[in-house]
């Protein structure tokens, strides 16, 4: 099973919540080959080793197929600025067909459970008129969505959710994840969002200082997730 993460805004805690994701799974069931793709990310730091992306790590911490860095990150820049700008002053190709050509679609396809996380939110331009979405589109991929719990979270959740049906694709489940702890009437909000998102809920990770995806993963149910059909 395969799904594409996307969140409502650059930093609603995708990667955080991905990371969670693969935990859960684990934890449900212990043998299943997981496996976290960061296809493309910006904001990477130098290292010996070659430029390395904090939230592309993070996946390969919590998954259990362990992938070299090039797999899992195929595409990255140090600036911390839209891929496709980045890209642009690289001078290089992030079109959907040159991300495609850089993932190993067939490792990525034998796990039980790989979770494929964007950049920013739903329609990250790549460059030359093409956005993320047109990827998402060709490997048909469900939809994982992740609501950044904020003021204003209710407008990005269904207006990324009119998007994401408006392009051909489903929404396999959602979650929220508080990134706000000072969030006026957060359970209402909460409550309002169950009620008009049309995808299964997989929880509410609540604020949590110095969490980590282990934590966050008591939190969540991938019921929904797993019991798809390949």
């Not at 469900?142 to 609501?147: E, K, R, T």
Request: proline share 7%; hydrophobic share 45%; glycine share 8%.
């Amino acid at each position: 099973m395969m799904y594409f993460v996307t969140g409502t805004d650059t930093d609603c805690g995708k990667s955080f919540i991905s990371a969670a994701l693969l935990s859960a799974v684990t934890n449900h069931k212990p043998t299943a080959l997981t496996l976290g793709i960061k296809p493309v990310a910006s904001g990477c730091r130098v290292t010996e080793l070659g430029l390395r992306n904090p939230d592309a790590e993070l996946l390969m911490d919590h998954s259990s197929d362990k992938l070299d860095y090039q797999s899992v990150n195929p595409i990255a820049f140090e600036p911390a600025i839209a891929p496709h700008i980045a890209a642009a002053k690289a001078g290089v190709d992030i079109s959907p067909e040159a991300i495609m050509a850089k993932l190993d679609l067939v490792r990525m396809n034998s796990a039980d459970f790989c979770l494929v996380e964007g950049a920013g939110g739903w329609r990250l331009p790549l460059g030359n008129g093409r956005f993320m979405p047109e990827m998402v589109q060709t490997l048909e991929l469900p939809v994982v969505l992740v609501v950044g719990m904020k003021l204003g979270c209710l407008n990005h959740a269904m207006l990324t959710q009119e998007a994401i049906k408006a392009d051909g694709l489903r929404i396999a489940g959602w979650v929220a994840n508080r990134i706000d702890p000072e969030m006026a009437c957060y359970e209402e909000n909460l409550a309002t969002l169950i009620s008009v998102m049309d995808a299964p809920f997989l929880g509410a990770v609540p604020y949590m200082e110095s969490a980590k995806p282990v934590d966050a993963a008591a939190f969540i149910t991938p019921g929904p997730l797993l019991s798809e059909q390949r």
